[in-house]
């Protein structure tokens, strides 16, 4: 599987680090949207979701619901665009997916991971989960 090229623009990077940020102690989450051109997935909206992850666990877990996963894939259906993955953030740990996170994760999708320490962004990472090995692989973000 090769490992397509994520394109984020800088106000959507900005836009992950912010929700991380205002969601601090706990997780943010939201979704994908865009096309894939060649080897490149470009993402042309956010789509913020609710945490819908049990209130105490927040803090290290992210659930969003399935009414508003399919909600936003018949939105992207009717713009002729996919659900390219997700996005959340992992509060003072690195962006770097949890075994939990490998775990819930399906195969195609890009995971973006911000990094929050003490309410600021540091750093931010895409993954894509092999199909084969079942682990997953970091995917280049391309800053548009």
Known sequence: MAVKVLTLTKIQAEQIEQEGVAAYPNECCGILIG???GERRIVERLKPAGNAFAEDEKYHRFSISPAELMEA???AGAA???VLGFYHSHP???ARP???DRQHAW???SYVIVAIAKREAKQMTSWVLNEVSEQFEE???ERG
Request: overall charge negative; hydrophobic content about 20%; glycine content about 4%.
């Open 139 to 141: 995917q280049f973000i």
């Open 107 to 109: 195969p195609f999708y």
């Open 92 to 94: 003072d740990h690195p």
């Open 73 to 75: 894939d018949k939105e």
């Open 98 to 100: 949890s075994e939990y």
């Open 35 to 37: 096309r894939e051109e």
């Open 80 to 82: 002729g665009k996919l």
